[in-house]
């Protein structure tokens, strides 16, 4: 991400110029979460930090994406995984050492899990018409306390997860999912539903 | 890769990333270098080449999420 402008890495050519870059130029990138890892420059000396600071639910993006690539095309679903509710998203206070962090990227990081749900509800609206096309599927319950570095936690995360996938409305929801991958039913392209 | 491969390797990053912080967190708390050798350990298991290209010429059938 540079400025407030995301950049894609693309595995496909594009109407953009490709920058040409690596697999794992592009994971760092993506990874480069402030307090957590410096930014990387790639090409031509251009900063990339994580697009959590502002594309933490890409859902967006990829409609855009989408419609310019395949704008003729009836869209199948979007199906959009959550990595634990808006709002709650573990951020532990600056310890003594992290003081040295400049205050604004703390602050940034804070406002990432409301812009998150802030997404899903104007997706929840774009896709009013058009049932059973968007779905949203977000570990509510016990994520909260799992910081990403926590990767001792990895088993808990999988607990969590199966008790989430065990409720009904999960259950009912999933197997809704599973229809709409298997059988497109809305004959709607991203550019009509714009339009409505 | 599929799903079950994908926890299985990320298991194995985050442990080699995340297991130490640094003495002195000056541009974040973990080392960006240990994070790069691990991903390219990944894309090279995967591809064969730690440095291939994130651009996909003609039809792979291999997946690079």
């Known amino acids: 991400m540079s400025a407030n402008i995301p950049v894609l890495f693309r595995t496909y050519l594009s109407h953009e110029t490709h920058s040409g870059c690596k697999i794992w130029e592009a994971a760092r990138a993506t990874s480069a979460a402030p307090t957590f890892f410096k930014r990387i420059e790639i090409g031509r000396n251009q900063p990339f930090i994580d697009g959590g600071l502002g594309r933490n639910n890409p859902s967006r993006v990829v409609l855009d994406e989408a419609n310019t690539l395949f704008r003729a095309r009836p869209i199948g679903c979007l199906v959009s995984i959550g990595t634990g509710q808006a709002g709650i998203i573990s951020i532990k206070k600056p310890g003594f050492l992290q003081q040295v962090l400049p205050t604004d990227v703390i602050e940034a990081l804070r406002a990432i899990s409301t812009d998150c749900e802030a997404t899903h509800e104007d997706m929840l609206r774009f896709f009013d018409n058009s049932p059973n096309t968007y779905f949203r599927l977000n570990v509510d319950q016990g994520m909260q306390e799992i910081e990403f570095s926590e990767w001792e936690k990895l088993a808990n995360v999988e607990a969590h997860t199966m008790q989430y996938m065990k409720r009904k409305e999960v259950d009912e929801k999933l197997a809704l999912v599973i229809n709409a991958i298997k059988f497109t039913s809305t004959q709607l392209t991203i550019e009509q539903l714009s339009m409505e | ?65």
């Open chain 2, 1 to 65: 890769m599929d799903v079950d491969t994908a926890i299985t390797y990320y298991g194995k990053l985050v442990n080699q990333v995340f297991s130490s912080s640094k003495l002195w967190p000056r541009d974040g708390r973990f080392k960006a270098t240990k994070l790069e050798e691990a991903i390219k350990t990944v894309v090279g298991d995967v591809t064969s080449n730690p440095e291939e290209p994130l651009l996909e010429i003609g039809n792979s059938s291999v997946c690079r999420t």
